[in-house]
DNA sequence: ATTTTACGAAACCAAATAGTTGCATATATT
DNA sequence: AATATATGCAACTATTTGGTTTCGTAAAAT
């Protein structure tokens, strides 16, 4: 079973608890409020966000809050940094070529 | 079927190839000989990167060449920086943390 | 002209996934 | 003590996925 960010946030669903999560901790029942699935569908989406640990747990009572281990996604962030260079070099050329052009023109 | 980037990246093969062709267009074939898999599965991946609209083909006499798309990857980069911003705005929470009690110092 | 090479497409398979239903357990509430 | 609530877990199903095998086609090499 593969278990990490890539494939925690392939899913639309866990990204939109993501979201939610990302803000302030709340329990499975307090999420499904927020889609319209089972709360046991949402349960599996936490166990895999917590697989592939990106998610904390607190008890308190009978209630489990979850919240997101935001730090996890830097994984995501570390990884696409290395095209956002590319491009952002792309870039650069392009302003190169813009700005030789209006040297040639002087 | 569902088809967008995050879905795209989240297998590592797919990841694995993204990475070749981004430095330079390959055929199937030649992304091939980089693991050791079969021609035709790195054709599958590459189908529903095509239809990701992650890669480009061009022809050339019987070989295709792939290459990336890279504008695309800025989608998963627009997600994640919302993240960004949080993490960051913790950074900074946690810096004034540290300025004051070096002021408390004083 | 025949053979080899490069490729996509379809059929097939095993494993994984998303979801449901039906439990069991622990904590609140009455 | 009895009931209601919050949750996880296991079993089950349909769908998707990654991979292989086989085939057809078109271009290149012989």
Aim: charged letters at 30%.
């Amino acid at each position: 079973m593969r278990r990490d960010v890539f494939q925690a946030i392939a899913d639309p669903k866990r990204r939109a608890i993501i979201a939610l999560i990302a803000v302030q901790a709340m329990t499975p029942n307090a999420i499904a409020e927020n889609f319209n699935t089972s709360r046991q569908s949402i349960s599996k989406h936490l166990k895999i966000l917590s697989e592939c640990d990106l998610v904390k747990q607190e008890q308190q009572g009978r209630e489990i809050h979850y919240s997101l281990k935001i730090e996890k996604l830097k994984e995501v962030d570390a990884w696409i940094e290395q095209y956002r260079q590319i491009w952002e070099s792309r870039f650069d050329q392009l302003d190169n070529v813009l700005s030789n052009l209006k040297k040639d023109k002087k």
